[in-house]
């Protein structure tokens, strides 16, 4: 089983690199075969290209993720964590709240991930 | 599809309902053929009367659910939101760090519940 320790280093590594606009980097945490449903309901992105395409889609539209309480991992191969996307709309600053999962490879890399969110947790003007 | 808002009224009355100690009101949120996965990677439980035992057991040990951070919807047919656990052990006050994940049937009840957390989320002294 993938270590607790490892898949929480896994998910910080997702967010650092997001930060730092590094599309490659977050496509690198993924298992070749993986899947990303972003946001649960959505179609999924299946494999590694569509998912470094996705990356690169979100980065640019300046979005910054910022951990909403600490990273938890599972007693399976599981970890989730709740953040909240902060990127700059035409009408202001927004804000999304989000919840991602992601299950793990014996390797570390991420199999799957789900990302909840909805239409309900974007909110304009930077309210928490 | 469930609505997102009624979908986060059930995760709000989960809550509430675990911390005014009635375990029949939550296992009454769920559908008769539920699933609950508590943590993930552990055995699941399965249909209302051992949910109810479940909740009842947990209730009994005291502990107190407070959100972490805002429930998230999502554009499918579930919902997940950060909290935390608050219980008095016999070393003192702990906490557990957890994200629950509900999938909804179209009458708003719980169809399965997965619970993310691992042993390095739980914590002594009521550490945050």
Chains 1, 2 share one sequence.
């Not at 997702?14 to 930060?19: A, E, K, L, P, V």
């Not at 202001?92 to 990302?115: N, Y």
């Amino acid at each position: 089983m993938t270590s607790e320790a490892l898949m929480k280093q896994q998910m910080q590594a997702y967010i650092d690199g997001f930060n730092r606009s590094d599309a490659q980097a977050i496509a690198d945490l993924y298992a070749d075969d993986a899947t990303v449903e972003d946001p649960v309901g959505a179609p999924l992105r299946v494999g590694k290209a569509a998912i470094a395409e996705f990356y690169r889609a979100s980065i640019a539209t300046g979005a910054k993720l910022k951990l909403a309480a600490p990273i938890r991992g599972s007693h399976g191969n599981c970890a989730a964590m709740a953040f909240d996307v902060e990127l700059n709309m035409p009408e202001g600053r927004a804000l999304i709240h989000v919840i991602d999962v992601m299950s793990f490879d014996e390797a570390g890399r991420f199999t799957s991930m789900k990302a909840y969110w909805g239409p309900g947790d974007m909110l304009l003007g930077g309210q928490r």
